[in-house]
């Protein structure tokens, strides 16, 4: 190396070295521990949601999963959440949700279904806790904090998965004489009589699982779509599971009202036999319950300082990424 290079060689680590400390400045807020200041957010949903069971569906049956949609028993739903990134990527979620499942066999031209006749809508409180992935995160601004630099622009979506468990509580009722009537009580499918099946519970575990996006507003608000399918343990939201049981014994236990909503069929000319006799099949069992949310969300995030102090702060905002 020649003596004027040798001069030279501090000037150039000199302005190596502030170059790499001013990117590393710049990025601590995307590679390092910034994101610890906003672990924790809230958020409101509100959207629809969709039943997925025995009633209604498409015109024929054994539809699985989204294929026995019924979209004209779209009902609305809400939602608070509290999310704790454990991660830059991964988060734990607390959600309470609410939500309107129905079903009617009158919207589907299945000759058994039609001929069956059976309604039904539930309220849906459900509460659960899923852990979120976020391979790509909503981010505002560019990679590099170098003022009047023109860089990279980062990505403004965000894109996430999630899974979990959820416990939900539902109330099935039906329309009778213009007014809806409790279902669970009146033992429809013969609950509580003898040679009848077990009474079900009114309290049900599901396991939720979904995917969302997110759009970066601010440094702590952004929007986002989700949408959540819920697979359920429980065959009785629209309170239809199994099988007919003998209405006589249920008009003599529980009254006419009963009798009526155990089988309001419409005796439709061309089918085999009695399709609603004691012991045909009114439901499917093995096939459980399920429901579908899809919402529109607003995050804000709770930033939280490691000190309170006006000079930290201070730190906290020259360092922040904007243009």
Do not use: C
């Not at 400045?25 to 409101?44: G, I, P």
């Not at 343990?233 to 009202?257: H, K, M, P």
């Not at 939280?304 to 702060?313: F, M």
């Amino acid at each position: 190396m020649t003596p004027r290079y040798a001069r030279l060689l501090p000037s150039f680590l000199s302005v190596a070295l502030l170059m790499v400390v001013s990117v590393a400045r710049a990025q601590y807020f995307r590679q390092s521990s910034y994101w610890k200041t906003q672990r924790q957010e809230l958020s409101l949903g509100f959207g629809i949601s969709n039943f997925l069971g025995e009633l209604g569906g498409r015109n024929q049956i054994g539809s699985p999963f989204l294929w026995d949609l019924e979209l004209s028993q779209t009902r609305p739903a809400a939602h608070f959440d509290y999310r704790y990134y454990v991660a830059q990527r991964v988060a734990l979620r607390a959600r309470a949700t609410y939500g309107v499942m129905a079903g009617n066999d009158n919207l589907t031209t299945e000759t058994f279904r039609q001929n069956r006749n059976l309604s039904f809508k539930s309220d849906i409180y459900e509460g659960s806790f899923v852990i979120e992935v976020h391979p790509y995160k909503e981010e505002l601004g560019h990679f590099h904090n170098l003022r009047g630099v023109q860089g990279e622009k980062s990505s403004r979506i965000g894109l996430y998965a999630f899974a979990g468990i959820a416990a939900f509580y539902f109330d099935p009722k039906a329309q009778f004489e213009n007014q809806y009537v409790r279902l669970k009580p009146l033992g429809t499918e013969g609950q509580g009589l003898p040679g009848g099946p077990a009474e079900y519970s009114n309290i049900a575990i599901g396991i939720p699982v979904g995917v969302g996006i997110r759009k970066a507003l601010s440094k702590n608000m952004s929007l986002g779509l989700e949408i959540q399918y819920t697979k359920t343990f429980t065959d009785y939201i629209d309170d239809v599971s199994t099988e007919y049981f003998d209405n006589d014994l249920i008009r003599a236990a529980n009254g006419e009202q009963a009798a009526f909503l155990a089988d309001p069929s419409l005796n439709l000319p061309g089918l085999f036999g009695d399709p609603t006799a004691a012991g045909q099949q009114r439901g499917d069992p093995s096939d459980l319950d399920a429901y579908l949310f899809m919402k529109f969300q607003v995050h804000y995030k709770l930033t939280k300082y490691k000190s309170s102090g006006k000079k930290y702060r201070t730190r906290i905002r020259r360092q922040k990424i904007v243009f």
